[in-house]
């Protein structure tokens, strides 16, 4: 990155006359623009950090925001200064006015397997598809700030009917169990600004220059709090691009660009078009394709960093053939040119693509990082354990509660939980406030009451160390209490059960490691558990390939990076196309172009594996539409024999010297 900004990113740091969007090209310092805003502000500006708030999609790109602006503040107080993601913002406002809504300070953040228990339940279902599909019409609904009623009169069809039928008793389910889905963390802080003018107020004097990146990924919710919390001042800096908008199809509406310039009138717009992260040759490919795309602003990248190597497609025989061919050409590439694992990724539209990826990589003893695999807290051991956190943080989370009493079983069946559920649904409680009240121990037999009533009196007791004691030493007792590794190796194999324990492990070292340096409490800890991404840090240090989506690797960027399954069908994908979403998969491409910073591989299949078929397959429309005076092709039925073979003898050659390198 260049040593002091260029001119369009310098205005973009010192505009303050009005609301300003930054159309920010691919690798064009877009987060450099953010953090020295931010300190621009601080220091030139006379802005108190509290009321600057910046606004991003993941934690990841939070934290990274963070690191920027302490360097830049180096060492200065940047005290109630916000940097998060919307889901987090939406978190800290609900916290303080939740009762102004109705809910308790504690309420459970519910995670997408809580709800959809909950939906399976309403839904009278135990299909999975089904269960998805209701759990996403429901989640689109929110996020367009629809009303159970409002979805019911919409409704097209019958699964649409049904589906609204269960958002009316899923939103009271979780208004019952003192909880919320992610999608309340957006949708439920619009409707308190929009309902009660003085808290509005109150948070748009709080928070008086709002940042927002990747502008171009808001949905409708999350544009509404925008212009909420901007209010009539709309002192805020968004930061876009509309060639990068990839998330359609999770709500995300690119129109909120669009309108934009609309809603407000005096808005600004400066442009990033100067690359600081790929050669001529690849930023000419990207230009060359998306402007097949219809355009909301003009833009075009351009860089000086050199014209650097052609970009090279492979034509493979089939997808077995492309994964062999892309690791060895990695190989050899990487040999050529003395470099790390790190500077390489494999990317490609589905992660079914991986599957033969890594075969051979393993075969090769290539490290790999693979993206989009489990996350830490989705394993069952450590949802376990949360559990029992969840309910130490709020009792009254209910499926907290059912999870914490059956694992490990405490002699407390599934008659009893039923009895239970039945009497707490008639009064309106909480399963735990159920269990000890005088007229549920009139329902059931003293055999079974009394390890319920163990099992609450356990939880209580905890409770009172969680809210005033070091995270460790608790969450080490609850541990031995619960006898949990004990559980596991009753219930596992061997070597499964080490495995779980070990993550255990891990994760309460963390913990307590967390709450130490943070001064905060297990309760503390618990209450935004849900929202944490752990261990981020430990792949950064790890030289591997990366192999990942190409909407996980948005953000990112490589020195070589290798495109594949380049094929129609696949990238575009087929059911984009059915769907006419062919200028979203077209971006879709663009990112993935625009990881690489020095060299750039394509491939794609003559044919494809599918189950027991093999079909014949074309290549990408998107292939053409990057022009071909900088692609070089190799392969496929039109190469000659005696090509075929040097590249053979060539593959052979490279591989014994690779043997000898080890």
């Known amino acids: 990155m260049m040593s002091s900004p260029n001119a369009a990113q310098r205005e973009a740091i010192r505009y303050l006359d009005g609301p300003l969007l930054v159309l920010a090209g691919a690798g064009s310092g877009k987060t450099r623009v953010i953090t020295e805003k931010i300190a621009y502000l601080i220091e030139s500006c006379g802005f108190s950090p509290a009321n600057i708030a910046a606004i991003t999609f993941t934690n990841k790109a939070a934290k990274e925001m963070q690191e920027r602006v302490n360097k830049l503040l180096a060492g200065r107080p940047a ?14 406002i609900l916290r303080e006015e939740a009762c102004t809504l109705g809910y308790k300070p504690n309420f459970s953040i ?39 009623d409002e979805a ?83 002192a805020f800096t968004a930061v876009g691009d509309d060639d990068q908008a990839i998330y359609g199809w999770r709500g995300a509406d690119i129109e909120n660009l669009r309108g934009l310039p ?9 442009k990033l078009e100067q690359n600081y992260r790929s050669t001529v040759r690849i930023l000419k490919a990207a230009n060359a394709l998306i402007s097949h795309n219809e355009k909301l602003f003009d833009k075009k990248l351009w860089s000086d960093l050199g014209h650097g190597d052609p970009i090279t497609v492979s034509i493979c025989q089939d997808n077995e053939k492309e994964a062999e061919a892309v690791v060895m050409k990695l190989q050899a590439h990487r040999f050529e040119h003395r470099g790390t694992f790190r500077d390489y990724a ?95 121990a009139q329902r059931v037999p003293g055999r079974q009451l009394a390890p319920l009533l163990e099992f609450c009196e356990f939880i209580e007791r905890l409770q009172e160390r969680a809210r005033r004691e070091p995270a460790a030493p608790v969450v080490a007792d609850l541990l031995k209490a619960i006898a949990y590794e004990d559980w596991l190796n009753e219930h596992d194999e061997k070597r499964a059960a080490r495995s779980k324990w070990s993550n255990v492990q891990e994760f309460c070292d963390w913990l ?42 948005k953000g990112l960027e490589f020195r070589h990076v290798f495109l594949i399954g380049i094929e129609e069908g696949v990238l575009p994908h087929r059911e984009a196309q059915a769907d006419g979403r062919i200028e979203e998969e077209r971006r879709l491409m663009y990112v993935g172009i625009t990881r690489a910073q020095r060299s750039l591989h394509l491939s794609y299949g003559e044919r494809r594996k599918q189950g027991r078929e093999t079909i ?40 014994a010297m690779l043997a000898k390198a080890r």
């Not at 308190?192 to 509005?200: A, D, M, S, W, Y």
């Not at 748009?204 to 990924?217: F, G, K, S, V």
């Not at 292939?623 to 092709?633: P, Q, V, Y």
Request: proline share 3%.
């Open 79 to 92: 005290a109630g200064l916000t940097i998060s993601t919307f889901h987090a913002l939406g978190v800290r």
């Open 110 to 148: 519910l995670d997408a397997t809580d709800c959809s228990a909950i939906v399976s339940e309403l839904a009278g279902s135990v299909d999975k598809a089904t269960i998805r599909k209701v759990q996403s019409l429901i989640s689109n609904w929110k996020n367009a700030l629809r009303s159970p």
């Open 152 to 234: 019911r009169k919409d409704a097209r069809n019958d699964t649409e009917l049904s589906a609204a039928n269960a958002f009316a008793s899923y939103s009271a389910t979780l208004q019952a169990y003192q909880a919320v889905d992610f999608d309340d963390l957006i949708a439920l802080p619009v409707a308190l600004f929009e309902n009660h003018p003085e808290l509005r107020g109150k948070w748009q004097n709080r928070l008086r220059y709002l940042l927002i990146d990747e502008y171009q990924d808001t949905n409708a919710s999350q544009y509404r709090l925008l212009k909420l919390l901007a209010g009539p001042r709309a």
């Open 262 to 270: 609309r809603d407000y009138p005096s808005l600004k717009l400066i």
């Open 346 to 440: 494999i990317l490609y539209r589905g992660n079914f693509q991986a599957r033969a990826l890594e075969q051979f990589l393993r075969n090769q003893r290539i490290p790999y990082l693979l993206s989009g695999g489990q996350s830490f807290f989705e394993k069952a051991e450590i949802k376990d354990i949360t559990a029992y956190l969840r309910l130490l943080a709020n009792e009254d989370d209910d499926p907290a509660f059912i999870r914490a009493v059956s694992t490990p079983r405490r002699g407390v069946g599934a008659s009893t939980l039923q009895a239970l559920g039945s009497y707490a649904g008639e009064r309106h409680r909480s399963l735990f406030a159920a269990a000890t009240e005088q007229g549920f």
């Open 512 to 553: 307590g490691r967390k709450g130490s340096e943070e001064s905060r409490t297990l309760v503390d800890l618990t209450q935004t558990i849900a929202l944490i991404t752990m261990l981020d840090q430990k792949e950064a240090d790890v030289d591997a390939v990366q192999l990942s989506t190409l909407h996980a690797a």
């Open 616 to 655: 014949p397959c074309e290549p990408s429309r998107f292939i053409t539409e990057m022009g071909s005076e900088d692609l070089r092709f190799s392969g496929g039925q039109s190469a000659a024999a005696p090509d075929k073979a040097t590249n053979s003898d060539r593959l052979a050659a490279m591989k």
